[in-house]
């Protein structure tokens, strides 16, 4: 591929706030926010590819590598197809992909990272309560379970986390996810302006 995407990640551990952030993020002119959550939980149930998610997911567990950056490959062409997203203008922001080393290393194929925001979260006791809370607000009663939860926090610390040893350094500013969303928009603004204004004028 010639072109791969200009592209922010954001990272960090489950219950962070990466989708809260990313959603307003994507209401930015010249910012598309895709998460992969997002684009998992639209899958018809009763699909194939549905079932393969809910196997995994009510397990706590990732969906397979080619599995995941094949179906990221087709919503990125269908929204690019569909005009929604702008590779040529659009600062695209990831938010839960690469969810490991292998993902990022087949990603490379198609992204160029610029920067990578790890919403850094010590307080594991407060991020669980805060996933509890949110899954049954919006009625997901399989992911306010305490099992499912412990195991999601399991598998990042396994098999994500590691995956921001795959980038170089200089790539990763780290924002506190414990702050206010106000703060944390802020914050990630700071370090978001910079590779936008770069863009723009390259």
């Known amino acids: 591929m010639?072109?791969?995407?200009?592209?922010?990640?954001?990272?960090?551990?489950?219950g962070v706030g990466k989708g809260t952030q990313g959603n307003i993020l994507g209401s930015i002119p010249n910012l598309f926010h895709l998460s992969s959550g997002d684009m998992f939980r639209m899958l018809d149930v009763d699909s194939e590819l549905g079932h393969i998610f809910y196997e995994y997911s009510s397990r706590g567990e990732l969906v397979p590598n080619d599995i995941t950056v094949q179906f990221w490959q087709q919503n990125i062409h269908a929204?690019?197809?569909?005009?929604?997203?702008?590779?040529?203008s659009d600062l695209l922001i990831l938010d839960g992909i690469p969810r490991n080393p292998k993902q990022a290393k087949q990603l490379d194929e198609y992204i160029e990272v610029q920067k990578i925001i790890h919403l850094k979260c010590e307080n594991e006791n407060a991020m669980i309560q805060r996933m509890r809370q949110r899954a049954l607000k919006e009625n997901r009663i399989d992911d306010a379970r305490e099992d499912i939860i412990s195991r999601r926090w399991e598998v990042y610390r396994k098999q994500t986390r590691p995956t921001l040893e795959y980038y170089p350094p200089h790539l990763i500013e780290e924002v506190n996810a414990m702050d206010s969303p106000a703060e944390v928009l802020s914050n990630i603004l700071q370090i978001i302006i910079p590779v936008m204004n770069s863009l723009s004028s390259g």
Do not use: E
């Open 2 to 14: 010639a072109d791969r995407y200009s592209t922010v990640l954001l990272f960090g551990a489950p």
């Open 79 to 88: 929204h690019t197809v569909l005009g929604l997203y702008k590779p040529a």
